[in-house]
């Protein structure tokens, strides 16, 4: 079930992906291995799925951004509707599912990462046929998360961009490709990569995607099919190729001070850069900002 769209969606920038319960336990010493038990500090149930965590803190910041996901029509799908509009989110875009459940992942966060299981599979339902072209005349900017997670959008993410660019010349475009959870990091993202004005990548995503060993390698052939590269490497800051310039940044709080979970911190870097670039503001400004939102969402639990 859709709601119905009688007019243009009324924000500035549309998310394409992702929407799920994040399940978060805290303070894991270790692993648990099979046939065993341990004890988390604490939990807690937020919004997840990079396109979720997205939406909310673009909105946050100040940017309404409206997110096109499927959630099902149970008590979770409730709660991410209650808290995307908490955080100012358009929703009227979420397509709400009568017979499937809403997906979740379940994160054990450790003070060096975490590890998650999802369970997502309505999520990888949506398709193009969800999107509602001739409503975006007020977007100004479209982010795509997790291109290894939606099967049916994976094939057709080319035409999305050249579908929408044939009625709305300015809108730009950003993907966060996030993991590969089958591990194959097979070579037709690069088809992709030519419509795209922004790409976001982790470390293992970029080594994994260009095939190579360390971040300058990789920034040297993604340069070649994109202008705008940022790849986040954590603790240790990110690297960055904007327009033809390369941008090296740090993190001040090297020794996780305050850390409680590092769920959603490349998201939140994704989305105060979206936030700089639609304000124009100077690109090493809007670099150092992003930098700034991950390392503080580092010191709450969730995105």
Not at 16 to 28: P, S, T, V
Not at 52 to 75: E, P
Not at 192 to 218: G, R
């Amino acid at each position: 079930m859709q709601k119905n769209i009688s007019q243009e969606i009324k924000t500035e920038c549309l998310v394409i992906g992702d929407l799920n319960i994040d399940f978060i336990l805290n303070g894991l010493e270790r692993f648990p291995e099979i046939d065993s038990e341990i004890l988390a500090k604490s939990y807690e149930m937020v919004i997840g799925g990079s396109g979720g965590i997205f939406a909310g803190v673009l909105s946050m910041l100040g940017i309404r951004t409206a997110i096109i996901s499927k959630i099902g029509n149970d008590t979770l799908g409730q709660f991410l509707l209650d808290e995307l509009d908490k955080n100012n989110a358009d929703t009227k875009l979420i397509i709400i599912d009568e017979n499937e459940n809403t997906g979740i992942t379940v994160s054990l966060s450790y003070h060096n990462g975490k590890s998650q299981v999802s369970s997502i599979s309505l999520t990888k339902k949506l398709k193009i046929g969800n999107i509602p072209f001739d409503a975006l005349d007020c977007i100004k900017h479209v982010h795509f998360p997790s291109y290894y997670m939606l099967d049916l959008l994976k094939p057709e993410y080319a035409e999305i961009i050249k579908k929408i660019r044939s009625r709305y010349a300015r809108i730009t475009f950003s993907m966060d490709t996030n993991d590969d959870p089958g591990n194959k990091w097979n070579d037709e993202i690069y088809d992709i990569f030519p419509y795209l004005d922004i790409l976001f990548l982790n470390k293992k995503e970029a080594l994994n995607i260009t095939h190579t060993n360390n971040t300058e390698e990789a920034i040297k052939i993604l340069k070649k099919h994109l202008k705008k590269i940022i790849i986040k490497t954590g603790i240790e800051g990110y690297h960055a190729n904007i327009d033809g310039r390369y941008y090296r940044g740090f993190c001040s709080n090297q020794e996780n001070i305050n850390f409680i979970d590092s769920t959603g911190a490349g998201d939140n870097f994704d989305a105060a850069f979206i936030f700089g670039f639609l304000k124009k503001m100077d690109m090493e400004k809007t670099l150092e900002f992003a930098n700034y939102c991950a390392e503080k969402s580092i010191e709450y639990t969730g995105g």
